[in-house]
């Protein structure tokens, strides 16, 4: 029973790979798209084992719990670890990932197979890096997933998409790099690439450092943010929610692995991840509020939404008790991925259906309640979530005026109603232009939808106070006081180009480019002239050897011949008597 | 004799320098004669009768008769281009004259060389003269090497001639025949006593086969045009080119099969033997001499 | 059984043999000399597998006789050899098939396959060569068994690159024949040992360091280290099959391998790293890594963009030694496998390429993984194992290297290592994306259809996907004992345990 | 004493007088000839050392012979290479019949000269084998080769008269001819000064070393094929054999480390003037007789390295250092036999030498130049070759004597010698170069034994390269 349950969870990131092997049949390419959601099948089923024997419910078949799997021969000795933190990183994977596989049906041009082939390469890192028991694991994973997903992000091929696809996988090369520098740095120090050690034991700085700013990059910390508002909305929508939902997940999923989670107390990092947290949800509420593709926008408010689990983890990472922590922090992550992933696919809906199909109004109403989630209604995960984090970051010790996360909560709110305002401005599409609508996908959806709102009522039982309904309310009466004085006051849209800086990076970019030519052209010249040097010693080389038969002519005379012959037994006699 | 002697070598360098640096081919020839005779002569003041013989008939007789023939098959016989003497040119050969002189004045004088070992191992070399033993008998096998040259050198120039008209210039004239009738019997006798008298005096082989030689061509200048013994290319002819050579490495041979080692004589027939070697030596030479004298080519035979 | 000094012999005849058989072979009996090849690799093959488990129970081979008083010609084979071996016999099997594929209906193939297998007698001796001096004689047979490959085409390029080539090696061999007879004349030539046996005997330190310099420089030619790189490039102009096995397995790994043998054996690491030597040898390498890629970006031509990658990826296996501890040795040493394999995919993919729609130029690459996916999957692959993804074996050599560099304190190197990968990825993934996503022209440079089935012909496709296989497989099994990295470990242990 | 040696000897001197005197024999005689000469010169190289004296008599009075491990190993190189040239010989009816009286008289003196062990009967073999040398050259009888046999045989009696002159002083000086016994009195003086001087300077003209070389490239280029190869290989090999006896052994005492350093200066001169002249040179027979004035450079400075007062003599085995001297004797002979040979099947075939326009001819050739390739390796001193070997002995004394700059000239030289083999196989394997005259020449058929001779002898000097070990005994 063990035996098979263990080949099961193996089986989890391996089978989207074998699927992902059957695309190579030309035969199986036209069905790429219908098989995404038989990928999740393995981890569908494991989910539900771990969910079971979680709560109890498998003690009779003496199911260990938590889960430590270990095969020396795969890679440098992989190792396969279910906890109940790696079962939250599951099941946030699972759901987004199962929802967006339905939803990939839009995806329907000629090359939907190679979108297949991508999802599902990316799928198996997004899946396997949750269950990651080892450095080395955790890198290939991680790879896999972000490489993969530049596929998705090009995948339809406008100048836009590949704009976005360059960017993204600049930065993500240079963070994999970074990134592996610090693996490597830290496993030749610990001398082992177990994560179990790897928690407990402290390293040098700097690969710390190194580690830190490798996963920053997927996390979408200010200034390493560039690739996310342009890939996310380039993506087809169903990438999009993965991209922004699950992939995004896995900087703090590898922070949290990664970095010596249990004697951070003392290093420089839990001096300002919070802080950085708190500036980032400012920062991407800012940049959101100046974006018009609703995409985008919610690009942004990932990005602002990661503020919270980087101002979470800050202070996790302070605690004794860090992986008791760290559950809140996950259980946020889970709640972002599912609003998040539904939001994205409910622009879907609103993108690729016309306004007569009789679903979209509640599809708007969908959208509608996943934002109010997002925001932190009372009632919702968020509200209470946050509030938690708020009393155990208190628990913990953190000294911060509170203040500013009420900050990031007015700012999520005032980013969930430009998105809906901005949706709502989506220019309407004509029949024939729509896509056909897939059940499933549409009952996922809403499944998706119900499981966001409800969610934390199954894994935990929140209990509301009028104070915890009042801290609830109050960023969202803000936000909407501020949005109705901004519509009446000033009533103007200040807009930003997605990915920011990215425009002064390409500006620069071409500055260096007609560098690069200006030195191409440069060493070409250098080259000629160098080949025209070489040329002139090789006719020099020639001249040269032609007069080696003038200087033969001279020794041919008969009187010289005779001269050395004397000469030399002269010098003969000579350096012999010397 | 002391100025006599002064003078003979003083001539021999001029003579020789004349003939190098000479303009005119013919006259280089002529003076190249002269030098012969006077090397015979000075061989003749060193008490050396027989290499004076060979000298004069060879380096001067044969060689000079050799050369003109040359000379009339060449187009330019007058080198008319300015001719520098190098200053370089002379100094060191002239160094090396001196350098020369210098080590033969400080050769020991008291050195007597193989002589007393020669004259201990007279009795076993069954001749009388040292020179003939040192020749025939003690280093046999440099005589016999010596023959086997002369067979070669005549190859050699039969494998050169083969295609091309025989060098041989036509000096024949009515004073050289009437001669030539005389003078060839007397040759032939004087080899014979030379070759005999070899056994006990200075003479031998080498000189007889020289005399023998100049009768030979002597005869065929003035009376044949160009070949001398046509009819004489035959197997037999054939055989005494050799036959010098052979004789004497095959007895050799028997000698390393009685356990002499190689090219060792029983003492018993050592004279005999050596008598008979040096008859064909001499035949053997005189017919090679001749041969490359007038220059038989196989084609003309066999035409 | 075979006495166990007869095993080196019979891994150079199981080569030699079918080559001289080769040579006589007439050039239409396309069967035969087919079968001879490939039997003869087959052999090898089977050989050095028996070897491998011969080394593996502790056997000892080895066979020496005298040449030149106190000079013995001397083979022997212990681990690193049979490594070597092992990768050599392999993929010659597989470039033998690649080259019957692609050769077989060009002029002068008893002179091609001729030389084709002399190239990998060599090679065998250069793994086996038992001291200095056989090393030398092996290496620079090779150079000779691999000029006619690069002239073969017989083009006035392809002599302009064989004239460059033989001149390059055969300065660096000369360089590399003083060094071993000035180190001869001082120390003797004894068999290579682990740790070498320079630290035991006290020369002047002139005489090591003039032997480092010239033993550097005649091995440096062939692992193309800068600045002695500049005949890789031009002996592109090689039929496919001869860049494969010239850039993955015989010449540059000879010199890859001789520059191993020098610093392990001979001097023995420690000892050169006291000197200063490493040091030296770990400049040279990163200065060879960064330079190499970056002319490698800069090629518009795939074999020449290939071919500066190899320039850099070689330079690898002397960075890992160069590191002097024993995590780096590692990387080094797997590299030697590792390179071998992921190259010869990309040269033999290119090749195909090349072979069977005229491609040579990147630009031409566009939407090729439409019309020939499964050449184009084992490129990407060995590509992207290049660049150092998990789980190609890429990873695996950079993993090690990097913990070697942070395990002796050369955090720079990691720099190097960081910026290789950076421009790696740089010129091999706009590669990849021109085949699989821009569109495919409507007519390519110069098609042929070689096989009514397949993509291309079966011979040029096989081989490919086997190493590209490999290059999967090994990097996911790396803990295997038997796999290269199980290998080197071991090997490592030996050298360093004393 | 062995009767085999005066066989060795005889033999040829028999085969050659029974061509003479019947012509109509040439074939089979000559067959039987180099088949029993080469055999005779490998039952001659297992007997044992010894001296004799001829005759009987004992040795000053006497001729002396000697048999020691030199001589046989120079009576073995002879042997086999003549051998093998004389098949490839017999395969070409383009060579008179006069070709094989003269050769096997050459082959005769030259077996006398190595066994001789006697200044003056060293100087009648000399004789011989320069007279039949010389008309061997223009054997062929074209005006060019006319013209180098008549400048050969001036060097070639230039150089045995002054070597007669140093006969004279050594027997005025000590009043005897045997080499082991002058050996063993000699002492440095003016005369012997002068001795060893003229003897030199005679053999080097014979020897060909710079820069009294300016014949052997005429003569050598303009001769037959299966002549230049005997040349080459063989005939300045027995007067080299001669300087080293003198100097090595003769005149031992004498040679001071001025004179070393002039005969190195003169051997890197040789070695780079003859590869400039090879490099530069339009045709490929006298390319290869080039090159032989370049390898006589590494001959002249093995040479010096031997008679430098410092080298140790008898260390490591047997006979120390001088093997290395032999050993490059024999990789040259074996490589440059081969390749004139496989120049002389190129240039028969082609009807020309001109390198640029023999690329059809070689590939159509092809077992003839892989030859000419092996041979070019060897001669190069490539790996693995009797050439590899021998250079590599030559550096290792250079090294031993510090003498840097040697070093550095031979590996150039090295370089420079694999510089124009090579640029031959460029044009072979060329197929772009388009042959000066439009018109293909008609090709003509080679004997193909005339192919394998070549190879074998190529192959000889690979294998040669492969175990030395025989040579010593070790």
Known sequence: MMAGYAALLWLVPVWPLLLALSLTLPAVRPYGIRLLPWALLPAALVWLVAGAAQLGWLDWLYFDWPLFLYAPDLLMGTRITLDSLSYIWLSLALFVWGAAAWHSSWVKDRQAWRFSLFFLLSLSGSLGLSLAGDAISFYLMFSLMSLAAWGLVIHEQTDFAKRAAHWYLILAVLAELVLFAGIVARAAELGSTDLAVWAVSGSSEWSLWLIWLGLAVKVGVPLLHLWLPLAHPAAPVSASAVLSGVMIKAGIIGWWLLMPSWVMQDSVFVSFMPWLGVATMVFGAVFGLMQTDPKAVLAYSSISQMGWLIWGIGWVWQGAEPSLLMIWVAWFALHHALIKGGLFLGVGWIKYSTAGQGFIPWVWGGLILLGLLLAGMPFSAGAWLKMQMKLASVDVGLAMPYWLLLLGSVATVLLMIHFLRRLAKLDTLSPDQAKPVSRMALVSWFGLVAIAASWIYWVAMPSWDSGALIDALKPIVIGLILATAWRIRIHKQVQSPPGDMVVLLEWFGRKLAAWGEGYQQGYQRLQFRIGAGWQRIGQGYQSFLQRADTAEKNLLNWPRFMQLLGGLALVFWLLLIL | MLIFDVLLALLILGLAWMSVSSRDLFEAVVLFIALGLMIALAWMRLQAPDAALAEAAIGAGLAGALLLATLSRLDRQTDVSPRRVSVAWSLIWLGLAVGLVLAFAQLPRTGEGLMPDVMANMEQSGVGHPVTAVLLNFRAWDTALELAVLAWAWFAQQALNREQHPGFLALQGHVLTSSAKILAPLLVLVGGYLLWRGADATGGAFQAGAVLAAGLVLYSLSFKADLPYDGWQGLGLRFLWLAGFWLFALVGLVGFALGLGFMGYPPAQAGALILLIELFATLSIALLLAAMFSGVSERRSAA | ?498 | MSGWLAILVLWPLAMASLIAIWPKLTKPVALLALLGTGLLSMVVFNLPNGVWALGGWARPLGIGWRLDEISRLMLLLTGVVGMLVSLYAWWDSALPRSFWVLWLGAWGAMNALYLAADVFNIYVTLELLGLSAVALVAISLKAGALQAAMRYLLVSLLGSMLFLLGVALLYGQYGQLDILALATQMEPSFPMLFALVVMSVGLMAKTAVFPLHSWLPLAHGRAPAAVSAILSALVIKASFYLLMRLWLEVFAPIPTLALVYGVWLMGSVALLWGAWQALSSQQLKPMVAWSTVAQVGYLVIGLGLLAHPNTPTGINTPEGWQWGLLWLMMAHALAKSAMFLAAGNLQQAAGHDRISDLGEVMRVQRKTLFAFGIAGVSLAGLPVSAGFLAKWWLLELGIFHQAWWLVMVMVVASLLTAGYVFRVLNVALNKELKPVIEHAPVMIPIHAGRQWVVLILACLGVLAGLQAQWLWGG
């Not at chain 3, 007698?121 to 038992?130: E, F, I, K, L």
């Not at chain 3, 060995?382 to 998990?390: H, N, Q, S, T, V």
């Open chain 3, 1 to 498: 059984m075979i006495d166990n000094s007869l095993w080196p012999l019979l891994i150079i005849a199981s080569s030699l043999v079918p080559a001289i058989l080769i040579f006589f072979i007439p050039e239409n009996s396309r069967f035969l000399r087919s079968a001879v090849n490939i039997g003869g690799a087959l052999i090898k093959l089977q050989l050095v597998v028996l070897l491998v488990l011969g080394i593996y129970a502790g056997e000892v081979y080895e066979l020496s006789w005298q040449l030149l008083p106190g000079l013995d010609f001397r083979l022997q084979i212990d681990g690193l050899a049979v490594m070597f071996l092992l990768l050599s016999a392999f993929l010659w099997l597989l470039t033998t098939i690649y080259a019957i594929g692609y050769l077989e209906n060009s002029p002068n193939r008893a002179r091609f396959f001729g030389f084709f297998t002399l190239c990998v007698s060599a090679t065998a001796g250069v793994a086996m060569a038992g001291n200095l001096f056989t090393f030398v004689v092996f290496y620079e047979l090779l150079t000779l068994a691999t000029w006619p490959l690069v002239v073969h085409r017989g083009t006035e390029k392809a002599i302009a690159a064989g004239r460059v080539y033989l001149r390059y090696t055969l300065i660096g061999g000369g360089a590399l024949l003083f060094g071993t007879v000035l180190l001869h004349s001082f120390a003797g030539t004894p068999s290579f040992e682990p740790g070498g046996y320079l630290s035991a005997i006290d020369l002047p330190s002139w005489v090591l360091w003039s032997v480092f310099v010239l033993l550097m420089a005649g091995l440096g030619v062939k692992a193309a280290l800068v600045p002695f790189h500049s005949w890789l490039p031009q002996a592109m102009v090689a039929p496919a099959p001869v860049s494969a096995l010239l850039h993955a397995v015989a010449v540059v790994k000879a010199g890859a391998f001789g520059i191993v043998r020098v610093m392990f054996e001979v001097y023995g690491i420690e000892y050169a790293d006291a000197l200063g030597m490493a040091f030296v040898l770990l400049v040279l390498a990163s200065l060879t890594i960064v330079y190499g890629s970056v002319r490698a970006l800069y090629q518009t031509d795939i074999k020449k963009r290939l071919a500066f990658s190899t320039v850099s990826q070689v330079s690898y296996v002397a960075l890992g030694i160069a590191l002097a501890g024993p995590m780096g040795a590692i990387g080094g040493l797997i590299h030697i496998a590792h390179q071998g394999l992921m190259k010869i995919t990309l040269f033999m993919t290119a090749g195909n390429f090349a072979e069977t729609l005229g491609v040579h130029k990147i630009n031409q690459l566009n939407g090729i993984g439409q019309r020939m996916p499964w050449t184009t999957m084992a490129f990407t692959l060995a590509a992207l194992g290049m660049i150092g993804l998990p789980p190609m074996v890429g990873f695996l050599s950079k993993w090690y290297l990097g913990i070697g560099a942070w395990e002796v304190g050369a955090y720079w190197v990691m720099a190097v290592l960081f910026a290789s990968s950076l421009l790696n990825a740089a010129y091999f993934l706009p590669m990849i994306y021109r085949a699989w996503f821009l569109p495919a022209p409507a007519e390519w440079p110069n098609e042929r259809r070689l096989s009514p089935h397949c993509e291309t012909h079966w011979m040029l496709l096989v081989p490919p996907l086997v190493t590209a296989f490999t290059v999967v497989a090994l990097g996911l099994v790396a803990g295997f004992a038997l796999g290269t990295l199980g290998w080197v470990q071991w090997l490592v242990e030996q050298e360093f345990v004393q």
